[in-house]
């Protein structure tokens, strides 16, 4: 098992930065990506960035050139840098883990609201 907490969300006005960290913690060594999705209201779960080990990264065509996903080894975190954000940015955003993406494992998710 693996369990996941994320951390850092909140409320920033438009064009503003949020920075999401995410701690995986128990069987880690089953870990070979790692990824954040997002909800909005009334619309499904979608995939935002994704990196998998050695470094590939994966990224939603609306957010490419604003968010950042990179990953710490050795605090087993992996990090969202957001800049530039939007109003439809605003979400849930979810922690994911696993052999690849989307994995078996998610975090219990942080709001982040991002006003006009």
């Known amino acids: 098992q693996v369990q996941l907490v994320e951390s850092g969300g909140g409320l920033v006005q438009a064009g503003g930065s949020l920075r999401l960290s995410c701690t995986a913690s128990?069987?880690?060594?089953?870990?070979?990506?790692m990824a954040w999705y997002r909800q909005a209201p009334g619309k499904g779960r979608e995939l935002v960035a994704a990196i998998i080990s050695g470094g590939s990264t994966n990224y939603a065509d609306s957010v490419k050139g604003r968010f950042t996903i990179s990953r710490d080894n050795a605090k087993n975190t992996v990090y969202l840098q957001m800049n530039s954000l939007k109003p439809e940015d605003t979400a849930v955003y979810y922690c994911?883990?696993?052999?690849?993406?989307?994995?078996?494992?998610w975090g219990q998710g942080t709001q982040v609201t991002v006003s006009s």
């Open positions: 128990g069987s880690i060594f089953s870990i070979n990506a």
């Open positions: 994911n883990a696993g052999g690849y993406y989307p994995g078996g494992f």
